[in-house]
């Protein structure tokens, strides 16, 4: 069984940076697409940044330039890092991975909240 388990969200001002990290219990490689996802109170869960097994990213309009995703496959961890950080990224922020068997992981979600 997969394990994806995110840590590092918390509150921080508008303007702040935090750190993002997601755990898998096995080799990053072995997936054929990772991800981060945010779901804000009351909206659906939207694609923060993903990445294929061949590095390709894809980013969110509204993150581009502010957020930069990062793998370490010795670890087996996928960071985000966020700066520039406002109040409409405060949100739930979710790890996804697609295996290559389409099945999909989620990690237990970790908050972040960006006041004003």
């Known amino acids: 069984q997969v394990q994806l388990v995110e840590s590092g969200g918390g509150l921080v001002q508008a303007g702040g940076s935090l750190r993002l990290s997601c755990a898998a219990s096995?080799?990053?490689?072995?997936?054929?697409?990772m991800g981060w996802y945010r779901q804000a109170p009351g909206k659906q869960r939207e694609l923060v940044v993903g990445?294929?097994?061949?590095?390709?990213?894809n980013y969110a309009d509204s993150v581009k330039g502010r957020f930069t995703i990062v793998g370490d496959n010795a670890k087996n961890t996928l960071d985000l890092q966020m700066n520039s950080l406002k109040p409409e990224d405060t949100a739930v922020y979710y790890c996804?991975?697609?295996?290559?068997?389409?099945?999909?992981?989620w990690g237990q979600g970790t908050q972040v909240t960006v006041s004003s």
């Open positions: 996804g991975a697609l295996d290559q068997d389409d099945y999909t992981y």
């Open positions: 990445i294929v097994r061949g590095g390709t990213t």
């Open positions: 096995r080799s990053l490689f072995s997936f054929n697409f």
